[in-house]
């Protein structure tokens, strides 16, 4: 069985160092928590170290760059810092965003050069650092019509998926002249002028959660009517693969460096898609299968589980007999909002990616379990949902060069 950490009582967001020694997470407030994580007889071993101190209100999200060491974080307080280590201590930096709403969401360029804040003011702001005037600035995209809820680089960093309660998923160029050097090669051309809108695709609801393939062609998004879609951007006017979920909406997506993708959400156990060889297109998701060690052996549905916490409420009125009443046969015990790449080996065992809730925990999902899963798939011929293909593609004009 994989490692499971209850660090918090509630995590927004983790993101991880370069080396998988350390941790930073936000546990759903104005503060970032980075723990160290260590290795001894008894198992894996966290320690909270830093606690950083610098928003004035809830931090939205974080990332890590592994080759600089820099933290950027995002907060309702309409800010982005990076911080930086430097003598035995992490330092922030304030970055201009000029924004009057929200920072919903940040990530760096996968060349670490640049990173993209999300935000409640219908806009992103694409940051670099200007040497002249040794500070932060960005540069802004406004294609959008709503709230920006999540974004993802293309592995080249010359484009950017977004995902906005518009019920869109779009991908805009996010080529920086001056910044990014030249040539760089997209499925639109090269260099196409920043902010230009490449491709946008209508959904069911809330984009939640955007991410791109390893091949920089292929990006998935989850919607609010618990559909995952997957696009081609090789094949413009080929509508994107919609694989309806029997689960509740995902909240967060990565591929995983095969091509598999794995979404987790609001059914707080996360689902693996595997691809189909040699094409773009996806099975229907399986549930990855791990039973923490506190569980009962036997499957609690949600309607059950408040039954029973209710009855227990009713007898007893005790809130530790609530609460043994109540939990689920599931890792995680409440909406999963955030998944990453691990890759590295802890408790003994290879794990691929770790999870956070809202449940405070930090899950490690191992190679033996995705394994498990992908047999599962296979099997099966897809696992559960359902596949609505629709014609809900616009290709954006290509941009002049």
């Not at 009057?100 to 999300?118: M, N, Y």
């Not at 491709?199 to 559909?227: I, L, Q, Y």
């Not at 909240?251 to 794995?262: E, N």
């Not at 897809?382 to 060069?401: F, L, Q």
Request: proline residues 5%; glycine residues 8%.
């Amino acid at each position: 069985m994989g490692v499971v950490e209850q660090l918090e009582a509630c995590i927004t967001c983790h993101a991880w160092n370069r080396d998988r020694s350390m941790v930073a997470l936000s546990p759903n407030n104005s503060d970032i928590h980075i723990y160290a994580l260590q290795e001894d007889a008894r198992g894996p071993k966290f320690t909270r170290k830093w606690v950083l101190r610098e928003h004035d209100a809830l931090v939205t999200a974080i990332d890590w760059a592994p080759r600089t060491n820099r933290l950027v974080s995002s907060s309702q307080d309409r800010n982005a810092y990076v911080w930086e280590f430097q003598d035995d201590e992490w330092k922030p930096t304030l970055v201009i965003l000029r924004l009057q709403r929200a920072a919903t969401c940040v990530s760096w360029s996968p060349d670490e050069v640049k990173f993209a804040v999300g935000s409640g003011e219908k806009l992103v702001p694409v940051c670099y650092f200007e040497d002249q005037n040794n500070f932060w600035v960005s540069k802004h995209m406004r294609k959008h019509k709503s709230t920006v809820l999540c974004v993802a680089w293309a592995p080249g960093a010359a484009m950017l998926a977004t995902g906005g309660a518009d019920s869109k998923a779009r991908v805009l160029s996010a080529y920086v002249k001056g910044v990014d050097a030249a040539n760089k090669q997209t499925p639109f051309g090269s260099d196409p002028q920043f902010g230009s809108l490449l491709a946008e695709f209508d959904c069911g609801g809330w984009v939640h959660a955007v991410a791109w393939h390893p091949n920089g062609s292929t990006v998935g998004f989850a919607s609010h009517d618990s559909v995952i879609s997957v696009a081609n951007l090789t094949a413009p006017g080929t509508p994107p693969q919609r694989i309806r979920l029997r689960e509740l909406p995902m909240k967060a997506l990565t591929f995983l460096p095969s091509g598999a993708l794995v979404g987790v959400g609001f059914s707080y156990t996360p689902l693996i898609f595997a691809q189909v060889a040699g094409t773009s297109t996806y099975t229907q998701g399986t549930p990855m299968q791990k039973v923490a060690s506190e569980t009962s052996s036997a499957t609690v549905s949600g309607v059950s589980a408040a039954r029973r916490m209710f009855q227990a409420q009713d007898k007893a009125r005790q809130e530790q007999t609530v609460n043994q009443a109540a939990r689920l046969n599931t890792v995680h015990q409440n909406c999963v909002t955030c998944v990453r790449l691990f890759d590295a080996r802890v408790g003994g065992t290879v794990a691929e990616f770790t999870t956070s809730g809202l449940d405070g925990r930090i899950a490690f999902w191992t190679s033996d379990e995705l394994s498990a899963a992908m047999r599962a798939l296979s099997v099966s011929g897809g696992g559960g949902g359902g596949v609505v293909n629709k014609p809900a593609h616009r290709d954006a004009p290509t941009p002049s060069m």
